[in-house]
């Protein structure tokens, strides 16, 4: 078992930045894909960043250019440093864990690719 604690969310003017983090603890000696996802009540949960066992990172679209997620493997940490927030990036983000042996083959962006979730940290953007 991982268990994923998220912090970092808040409210932030448009433009404005955050980072958030994700601690993982528990069983972390497996091979893991990492992701943030976000959702918000009209909206189905969506894949936002992911970053593979072997460092290759992927992003939606709509946030390319703004955010990076980066892993300290060492600290067991994901970040996701969120620059130039917009109020359509308001939602609740999550991070998530994927074992990679289970995954493999699954794209990094997709819910079905993770198998340990966080709780959720909440980032409001105004406008």
């Known amino acids: 078992e991982v268990q994923l604690v998220e912090s970092g969310g808040g409210s932030v003017q448009s433009g404005g930045s955050l980072r958030l983090s994700c601690v993982a603890s528990?069983?972390?000696?497996?091979?893991?894909?990492m992701g943030w996802f976000r959702q918000t009540p009209a909206m189905k949960r969506e894949g936002v960043a992911a970053?593979?066992?072997?460092?290759?990172?992927t992003y939606v679209n709509s946030v390319k250019g703004r955010f990076t997620i980066s892993r300290d493997s060492a600290k067991n940490i994901l970040y996701l440093q969120m620059d130039s927030l917009k109020p359509e990036d308001t939602a609740r983000y999550f991070c998530?864990?994927?074992?990679?042996?289970?995954?493999?083959?699954?794209?990094?962006?997709?819910?079905?690719?993770?198998?340990?979730w966080g709780r959720g940290t909440q980032v409001t953007v105004s406008s």
């Open positions: 528990g069983d972390t000696s497996g091979t893991y894909r």
């Open positions: 970053v593979t066992p072997t460092g290759t990172t």
């Open positions: 998530a864990a994927g074992d990679e042996r289970l995954a493999w083959g699954l794209a990094v962006l997709s819910e079905s690719g993770y198998n340990y």
